[in-house]
């Protein structure tokens, strides 16, 4: 049932770019994102509320694609800041049942 | 900034013995989470709040744990007696209003049991 993040892990050069994949078994309501460094709480990047809605953060945006119960996370031009844990957090239809994916590492090189 | 308070950071303790941790969410949110976060298990909710109402603890092991809010400005998380496998980072996390709203991280306590 915990949603499921692809990939688990990614390396990247400074300006690259990247996109991690959270993907649910159930009808969502919103599908929320977070960063989480190490050794630190995890911090709130963006909320997406509607199928087929897009948000954008700086140079970090997202997609809810409502049908397939599916959110992407995109990293344009990367910074060494970029790098942490990455988690999808669902909210499912009906119920205020909130569950964490399963978390992308994601590191940045110089 | 407003932030969401948790004691203690750090706890460490033997096998049987009462462990309390506590959270002072966001002044004025009124949704309370607990998550604990294992590298094996990641994030796994344990019980969440509304307005000091406990809506769902289907993550907690009854037998051992327990969730409170006495008041709108703290919860509690207590596990007697702990166990080994217990040894964690215990999250809090408030809101505000109904759903849809993004959630406020405490720093966590790193728990320890020997």
């Known amino acids: 049932q915990q949603p499921v993040q692809s990939p688990q892990a990614v390396i990247l050069r400074e300006g690259e770019d990247a996109v991690i994949n959270c993907s649910s078994s159930k009808a969502l309501y919103s599908v929320h994102w977070y960063r989480q460094k190490h050794g630190e709480a995890p911090v709130f990047l963006m909320i997406l509320l509607k199928g087929g809605e897009q948000k954008g953060h700086e140079k970090i945006s997202a997609s809810f694609n409502e049908k397939k119960q599916q959110s992407s996370l995109y990293l344009t031009a990367s910074q060494l800041s970029y790098s942490g844990t990455y988690f999808c957090?669902?909210?499912?239809?009906?119920?205020?049942?909130?569950?964490f994916g399963t978390g992308t590492r994601l590191k940045v090189l110089a | 900034d407003a932030r969401v308070t948790q004691t203690p950071r750090h706890k460490v303790t033997e096998m049987g013995q009462e462990v309390t941790m506590r959270c002072q969410p966001i002044l004025g949110h009124n949704t309370v989470f607990w998550y604990r976060q294992t590298m094996m298990q990641g994030l796994e909710l344990l019980a969440y709040?509304?307005?000091?109402?406990?809506?769902?603890d289907s993550g907690m092991p009854k037998d051992r744990f327990s969730a409170e809010m006495p008041d709108a400005t703290l919860a509690t998380l207590k596990i007697q007696p702990s166990e080994p496998r217990d040894s964690a980072v215990y999250f809090c996390a408030s809101a505000s209003g109904g759903r849809g709203q993004p959630q406020h991280f405490g720093d966590g306590t790193r728990l320890s049991i020997l």
């Open positions: 957090g669902t909210e499912s239809s009906g119920t205020y049942k909130y569950i």
């Open positions: 709040f509304r307005n000091r109402a406990p809506l769902d």
